[in-house]
T-cell receptor
Framework: DAKTTQPNSMESNEEEPVHLPCNHS???????IHWYRQLPSQGPEYVIH???SNVNNRMASLAIAEDRKSSTLILHRATLRDAAVYYC?????????????????FGKGTHLIIQP | KAGVTQTPRYLIKTRGQQVTLSCSPI?????VSWYQQTPGQGLQFLFE???????NKGNFPGRFSGRQFSNSRSEMNVSTLELGDSALYLC??????????????FGQGTRLTVV
């Protein structure tokens, strides 16, 4: 899986929008952009994923740059429960991704701190 | 529907012993992956099983092994435990294997402490 770069930490205030950036300059044409988050003392939780177009779901929005070399996870109104480590991960799209580890490659992620 | 279930949640073992961890995926999911999480190395992929066959393995020694049963439930085994094996072991299930367009659902993990 291609590599992603995220800030180590970000801080935001409760009830304000949060924009979490991710750079993935070596993304290939078949890589999907996935976001997971891990709350304290829990397993990672799927947030959202997309390929080229912006995506929205009940948890967040994903804005993908036109050249796909960067993306931004948007939490529209942060709550204290959104404090977590957020991971941006690239996953190859085709059904059989061929040789190599087939798991998710987690980097260090962004530690999001929400101030009340 | 029920999520991914991992048992036990906590485990304390002595160096040199072996341990078996269990994972029940979401009903209908056929792919099960295992991960190790430590403060120093973060989340690292161990291996993935699909249709009872190991499809891929991460960079871990042969002491780490696993299997998947016909009902998709999976177990992982660590033999000759070392202090460095202390970690949170996470299991994830997916509808299909290795695809970029499906999400993985994680369990709460098993916290293993080796003393």
């Amino acid at each position: 899986d291609a590599k992603t770069t995220q800030p180590n930490s970000m801080e935001s205030n409760e009830e304000e929008p949060v924009h979490l950036p991710c750079n993935h300059s070596t993304i290939s044409g078949t890589d999907y952009i996935h976001w997971y988050r891990q709350l304290p003392s829990q397993g990672p939780e799927y947030v959202i994923h997309g390929l080229t177009s912006n995506v929205n779901n009940r948890m967040a929005s994903l804005a993908i740059a036109e050249d796909r070399k960067s993306s931004t996870l948007i939490l529209h109104r942060a709550t204290l429960r959104d404090a977590a480590v957020y991971y941006c991960i690239l996953r190859d799209g085709p059904l059989y991704s061929g040789g190599g580890a087939d798991g998710l490659t987690f980097g260090k992620g962004t530690h999001l701190i929400i101030q009340p | 529907k029920a999520g991914v279930t991992q048992t036990p949640r906590y485990l304390i073992k002595t160096r040199g012993q072996q341990v078996t961890l269990s994972c029940s995926p979401i009903s209908g999911h056929r792919s099960v992956s295992w991960y190790q999480q430590t403060p120093g190395q973060g989340l690292q992929f161990l291996f993935e099983y699909f249709s009872e066959t190991q499809r891929n393995k991460g960079n871990f020694p042969g002491r780490f092994s696993g299997r998947q049963f016909s009902n998709s439930r999976s177990e992982m085994n660590v033999s000759t435990l070392e202090l460095g094996d202390s970690a949170l072991y996470l299991c994830a299930s997916s509808l299909a294997r290795g695809t970029g367009y499906t999400e993985a659902f994680f369990g709460q993990g098993t916290r293993l402490t080796v003393v």
